[in-house]
């Protein structure tokens, strides 16, 4: 993976310096050398991990970057500070990238600090177990298990967690004592107690004085942090392999790729049924960059509901389709020689693409009559709808209580586990004035977190989000809600500042494909066996299932245009890693 890392907090006993001894061979044995010591914390990476010393004592692990997207290689260019925390802001504030900070607290000695980046996916991981003032930070469990540091055990209340709620985004993880450092966090280890807390929110960048008050000055700052953040990580990867689906999103982050100086090829996923075959669009994109579009089939043979996780892998998150996508750009990023990939993934929820009224809502609620008014009008457009509908909408979003963050999923779960009280992300905390659309793209927003676990291709070479960097996203939530349905088209502020750069079709077309057709098929194919699959499983016999009702679901003929099946792929993708699990 790329950067690896393990960070071990060595105990405080007799016996430490033995231990530490024989750890560092193992962890040397496999291709780790030491990259930083200060006090009881040592830091191992491979021999290519990117560091860089902070002045002042400290280290980051990882890319940085300018915000004009120039890699920051040398630590002389970064302030010394004689206060830790004010290191950690000015790199939040002035830099943004992939890393993790480690930081020691010349005030408290022993003590330590570890912040992660903020970007909402594609990061670099972090997970953690610390007891007693001992323990490790890494990006990858499997150094953790081999350095006999930590044993596996499923952790159950977890597993009923993730059932019931299914797109929350949490720092506990399916294995037992193992927690993540979610981005944007800090993590404080002194002595014995360990705390967190929060150094990064989207919520500062929604506030009144942050708005965008011009749509144009909107589209500019966002055209900018979108190509800064491409040109950032173009400067790293030398051959990329790029997720071309015909979409807006992964289209945008194809017209940044023009001119570069990395090798492009571009794929495009068809499937043996309609519904996802978009090469219409993304081969004028392609033409554009002057590459060759590839079309890559996701047949039906290659789905598996039984397979093994990654290797790195602390929740269960890779399902039946995401196993099979990661099949077929694996193989095409073999052929192609990609060092990388690239992918739109996370457009929707960055580029506010929202399906309620929340958007005029927002403009009312801002106090701002002539931009609600104009809001409810392109409400109606996008929706294809009367004014005054749009209005009766907007009005209606108005009257009701905050939307919650917590959409629960009992389908198909036993009646026991409905006592489960879901955890809440960071990012959910709103303030009491937030704005009903803010809350709607934050809180979705925060569910993009759980990208980084779906693909095992990323283990084996760098999956990047452009899209979900932290200064796309801080430029995007400073455009208010009612700014992107500007015209009546979703995701206005984008294809403003994109639309000199992409083909008239792709730049104005409204529809997006879907997998159901395949999904549908894939389910039929399969249907007994993801019954025996799931009704013989470890969710089974620990009682969280609702095998009545799910043997009832079987036995009946799938209804025309009924999603519930999917849930069952959802049942599969927890049941599989937690059978591969001790």
């Known amino acids: 993976m790329d950067n690896d890392y393990i960070a071990i907090l060595a105990p405080a006993d007799e016996s ?81 990238g992939s890393y993790l900070i480690i930081q020691p607290d010349t005030r408290h000695p022993g003590a330590f600090t570890m912040t992660r980046a903020p970007s909402a996916a594609g990061n670099l991981p972090c997970v953690w177990s610390i007891k007693d003032g001992a323990g490790f930070l890494t990006s990858d469990i499997s150094l953790a298990l081999q350095a006999l540091l930590y044993r596996k055990q499923v952790n159950w209340d977890f597993i009923a967690h993730r059932l019931r709620y299914p797109d929350i985004k949490t720092e506990r993880t399916g294995l037992a004592d193992l927690f993540e450092l979610l981005p944007g966090c800090s993590l404080r280890t002194s002595g014995t107690e360990v705390s967190i807390r929060q150094a990064w929110s989207p919520w500062n960048f929604v506030a009144r004085e942050q708005r965008y008050r011009d749509l144009r000055d909107a589209a500019n700052q966002v055209l900018h942090a979108v190509e800064s953040a491409v040109r950032a990580w173009m400067s790293v990867d030398r051959s990329i392999l790029l997720e071309l689906s015909g979409g807006l999103d992964s289209s945008i982050v194809a017209a940044c790729l023009r001119n570069c100086h990395a090798h492009v090829t571009c794929c495009n996923l068809v499937t043996p049924v309609p519904g996802v075959d978009e090469q219409q669009y993304a081969r004028q994109v392609a033409e554009q960059l002057g590459v060759e579009l590839h079309a890559e089939h996701l047949s039906f043979d290659k789905a598996r509901f039984n397979f093994t996780p990654p290797p790195d892998s602390v929740i269960p998150a890779m399902g039946p389709l995401q196993y099979v996508v990661d099949e077929v750009m694996e ?252």
């Open 16 to 96: 430490a310096d033995t231990k530490f001894s024989n750890l560092a061979d193992t962890l040397h044995a496999i291709g780790m050398r030491v990259h930083y010591a200060s006090g009881k914390l040592t830091l191992f990476g491979t021999e290519d991990t990117s560091t860089l010393s902070l002045p002042g004592g400290g280290i980051v692990i990882g890319h940085l970057f300018t915000r004009d997207g120039i890699a920051v290689r040398d630590s002389a260019k970064l302030p010394r500070h004689s206060d830790p925390t004010q290191t950690q802001k000015h790199i939040l504030e002035i830099y943004w």
């Open 331 to 582: 193989a095409a990023a073999k052929h192609h020689g990609a060092t990388a990939y690239y992918s739109g993934g996370g457009g929707d929820s960055v580029f506010c693409y929202l399906r309620t009224a929340a958007p005029s809502a927002d403009a009312w609620r801002a106090h701002s009559f002539g931009d609600a008014i104009t809001a409810v009008r392109n409400l109606a457009s996008l929706h294809q709808c009367t004014f005054w509908k749009a209005g009766r909408l907007t009005l209606s979003k108005l009257r009701r209580p905050p939307q919650s963050p917590f959409h629960q999923d009992p389908t198909f779960l036993a009646p026991s586990s409905a006592h489960v009280e879901p955890e809440a992300h960071p990012w959910f905390a709103a303030p009491m004035n937030a704005l009903p659309g803010d809350r709607e793209r934050i809180f979705d927003l925060a569910g993009n977190q759980l990208f980084e676990s779906q693909a095992a291709r990323k283990y084996r070479r760098p999956l990047r989000f452009p899209l979900l960097t932290q200064p796309v996203m801080e430029a995007c939530l400073r455009a208010p809600s009612w700014m992107w349905i500007a015209g009546g088209r979703n995701r206005a502020v984008a294809r403003t500042a994109f639309s000199d750069r992409l083909p008239p079709d792709v730049l104005n077309r409204q529809s997006k494909a879907t997998y159901m057709s395949y999904l549908g098929a894939m389910y039929e194919r399969n249907k007994h066996q993801i019954e025996d699959f799931l009704l013989s499983g470890r969710l089974e016999s620990q009682g969280l299932l609702d095998t009545r009702a799910i043997s009832s679901f079987f036995s009946r003929p799938l209804p025309p245009r009924d999603r519930t099946f999917l849930r069952m792929f959802d049942l599969c993708m927890v049941e599989n890693w937690v059978r591969h699990q001790p």
